[in-house]
T-cell receptor, first 115, second 111 residues
Framework: KAGVTQTPRYLIKTRGQQVTLSCSPISGHRSVSWYQQTPGQGLQFLFE???????NKGNFPGRFSGRQFSNSRSEMNVSTLELGDSALYLC??????????????FGPGTRLTVT | GESVGLHLPTLSVQEGDNSIINCAYS??????FIWYKQESGKGPQFIID?????DKRQGQRVTVLLNKTVKHLSLQIAATQPGDSAVYFC??????????FGAGTTVTVRA
């Protein structure tokens, strides 16, 4: 079974621009979560989508948004980029089948550099 | 806010020895805990999980111990191998899909 895929793998943007990152979950997984990883703050939860609805949200400004499509693929968008948005953005998928197991499987991440 | 933290940022281990990685958490509502391994250039890889109604769980060469009284979690790796060199994160959740991660411990295996 193919793992979580993320595109693009690397991205360089300028302050003030906006960016869209894409994530394809493991086949059959219906939940997609996004995390930001930086050396200073570590791994921080952004949001989680299930059945095209945002179910959980972290403490990030409204510049960070996301959506999920009917095929469970997800995108996240960051508008008005700031230098501090430079990070590895990780997507994770989960079956979310009501079993009470919350394991998440991560993709390789998108490395975003804001200059 | 409440967070999950690791006791040591780095750990150097001789190949073949056992490794113990520690993690303290502060959210008493946490119900589910996971250990992840992250190698350079890759996303975190699921290692093992444990629910709060258990105090020990074993996998292949790994054991997770949970002490709810002192809010402490540990990962034991038996017979550490060079391929075990990575950053290890503990994560916790209170019955939802919002994982809170610790800062990570970098494990270096010496040949």
């Amino acid at each position: 079974k193919a793992g979580v895929t993320q595109t693009p793998r690397y991205l360089i943007k300028t302050r003030g621009q906006q960016v869209t990152l894409s994530c394809s979950p493991i086949s059959g997984h219906r939940s997609v979560s996004w995390y930001q990883q930086t050396p200073g703050q570590g791994l921080q939860f952004l949001f989680e989508y299930f059945s095209e609805t945002q179910r959980n949200k972290g403490n990030f400004p409204g510049r960070f948004s996301g959506r999920q499509f009917s095929n469970s693929r997800s995108e996240m968008n960051v508008s008005t980029l700031e230098l501090g948005d430079s990070a590895l953005y990780l997507c994770a998928s989960s079956p979310r089948g009501g079993t009470g197991i919350y394991e998440q499987y991560f993709g390789p991440g998108t490395r975003l550099t804001v200059t | 806010g409440e967070s999950v933290g690791l006791h040591l940022p780095t750990l150097s281990v001789q190949e073949g020895d056992n490794s113990i990685i520690n993690c303290a958490y502060s959210n008493s509502a946490s119900d589910y805990f996971i250990w992840y391994k992250q190698e350079s250039g890759k996303g975190p890889q699921f290692i093992i999980d444990i629910r709060s109604n258990m105090d020990k769980r074993q996998g292949q060469r790994v054991t997770v111990l949970l002490n709810k009284t002192v809010k402490h979690l540990s990962l034991q790796i038996a017979a550490t191998q060079p391929g075990d060199s990575a950053v290890y994160f503990c994560a916790e959740t209170a019955n939802d899909y919002k994982l809170s991660f610790g800062a990570g411990t970098t494990v270096t295996v010496r040949a």
